[in-house]
């Protein structure tokens, strides 16, 4: 589904994973430009209700003036906000399903203005919510070259880490880092061009997360997600990493799995000890969508759905 510039991944098959009832309560985590929101709009009944969070206030326009939908909320906020947010509005407990697609939006990416491309040159910015926090470029400015690596290292896997760190330190003795092209020149001239990546793309996706605090984000979200979903919701989270992939798959895993017991004990069926969460599975996208858009070969769908009895 094409929604203004931004084409959603694995559309069809997350709106699926959500198995949304007429008149259910859903959350759209990551706005963006509305695609899965009005995916969910569509199937939703007159009585149904939509919440959906973007921490970028640009996203939060779009949808203003685009969406008017009475069974629609739109709320400019990060969603580890989630919890707070939705006690204030009695919901807790209440929701059927949370869509996450993480990452950033086409616009994000194509404006070269937001800095999160290599491609454009740009003010080294990467915020996506540009009304608080730290921009890349300040962020360069002031941190050692040990916190760089680190950054670099543990948010891309990048194994030039180092290098890159150490040839951005070098670039500052004469002058700042202050935009896109400038680092990607630099992190180019450390690492070897490979066939279809730029060499830039682990450092720009590391400090991206790193300025975004994403991992931060989605991990304290996804434990809020317990309290937040009513018994049976669902969650159907997007990822487009191996790091944010790892933390959906473990939070999922922690709380559906069932504790083993020491071998030989008997295994007592207590009703009680029913774990919050239930594993639906991970799916890819298909050949035809891969065929279509570059973006879904990285991306990782995982659905997870609430015990409707929990200890
Ligand atoms: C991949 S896009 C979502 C696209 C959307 N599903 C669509 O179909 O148009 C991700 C969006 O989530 C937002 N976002 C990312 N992390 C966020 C967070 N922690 N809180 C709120 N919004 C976030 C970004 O600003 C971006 O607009």
Same mark, same amino acid.
């Given at each position: 589904?094409?929604?203004?510039?931004?084409?959603?991944?694995?559309? /069809?098959?997350?709106?699926?994973?959500?198995?949304?009832?007429?008149?259910?309560?859903?959350? %759209?985590?990551?706005?963006?430009?509305?695609?899965?929101?009005?995916?969910?709009?569509?199937?939703?009944?007159?009585?149904?209700?939509?919440?959906?969070?973007?921490? %970028?206030?640009?996203?939060?326009?779009?949808?203003?003036?685009?969406?008017?939908?009475?069974?629609?909320?739109?709320?400019?906020?990060?969603?580890?906000?989630?919890?707070?947010?939705?006690?204030? !509005?009695?919901?807790?407990?209440?929701?059927? +399903?949370?869509?996450?697609?993480?990452?950033?939006?086409?616009?994000?990416?194509?404006?070269?203005?937001? +800095?999160?491309?290599?491609?454009? %040159? +740009?003010?080294?910015?990467?915020?996506?919510?540009?009304?608080?926090?730290?921009?890349?470029?300040?962020?360069?400015?002031?941190?050692?070259?040990?916190?760089?690596?680190?950054?670099?290292?543990?948010?891309?896997?990048?194994?030039?880490?180092?290098?890159?760190?150490?040839?951005?330190?070098?670039?500052?003795?004469?002058?700042?880092?202050?935009?896109?092209?400038?680092?990607?020149?630099?992190?180019?001239?450390?690492?070897?061009?490979?066939?279809?990546?730029?060499?830039?793309?682990?450092?720009?996706?590391?400090?991206?997360?790193?300025? /975004?605090?994403?991992?931060?984000?989605?991990?304290?979200?996804?434990?809020?997600?317990?309290?937040?979903?009513?018994?049976?919701? !669902?969650?159907?989270?997007?990822?487009?990493?191996?790091?944010? %992939?790892?933390?959906?798959?473990?939070?999922?895993?922690?709380?559906?799995?069932?504790?083993?017991?020491?071998?030989?004990?008997?295994?007592?069926?207590?009703?009680?000890?029913?774990?919050?969460?239930?594993?639906? +599975?991970?799916?890819?996208?298909?050949?035809?969508?891969?065929?279509?858009?570059?973006?879904?070969?990285?991306?990782?769908?995982?659905?997870?759905?609430?015990?409707?009895?929990?200890?």
């Amino acid at each position: 589904m094409t929604s203004h510039h931004h084409q959603s991944v694995m559309f /069809n098959e997350s709106i699926a994973g959500l198995a949304i009832k007429n008149n259910g309560i859903y959350i %759209d985590a990551t706005f963006g430009r509305g695609g899965h929101t009005q995916g969910i709009l569509n199937k939703l009944g007159n009585e149904g209700r939509l919440i959906a969070f973007d921490q %970028d206030m640009t996203a939060i326009d779009y949808a203003r003036k685009n969406f008017n939908d009475e069974r629609l909320e739109v709320i400019h906020s990060a969603f580890s906000n989630m919890h707070n947010l939705l006690n204030e !509005r009695d919901l807790l407990g209440e929701i059927d +399903g949370i869509l996450m697609d993480l990452g950033v939006s086409s616009p994000q990416l194509d404006n070269a203005q937001r +800095g999160f491309s290599f491609n454009a %040159d +740009g003010p080294l910015d990467m915020r996506m919510n540009q009304t608080s926090g730290t921009n890349a470029a300040e962020w360069l400015a002031t941190a050692s070259e040990t916190e760089v690596a680190n950054v670099i290292y543990k948010f891309g896997e990048e194994r030039k880490s180092r290098h890159i760190a150490n040839a951005i330190k070098k670039f500052q003795e004469d002058a700042p880092v202050k935009t896109t092209l400038q680092l990607a020149n630099i992190v180019a001239s450390v690492v070897k061009a490979k066939k279809n990546k730029h060499p830039a793309t682990r450092t720009f996706q590391a400090i991206r997360i790193f300025i /975004n605090q994403e991992l931060q984000q989605l991990l304290d979200t996804l434990e809020q997600t317990l309290s937040t979903l009513a018994p049976a919701g !669902r969650l159907s989270i997007i990822s487009f990493h191996s790091i944010e %992939d790892r933390i959906v798959k473990q939070f999922i895993q922690k709380h559906s799995k069932q504790k083993q017991l020491p071998k030989g004990l008997p295994i007592m069926h207590n009703e009680n000890e029913q774990m919050p969460l239930k594993n639906l +599975g991970k799916f890819f996208a298909s050949a035809e969508e891969i065929g279509n858009s570059r973006r879904s070969r990285s991306a990782i769908l995982r659905i997870a759905q609430r015990t409707t009895k929990v200890c």
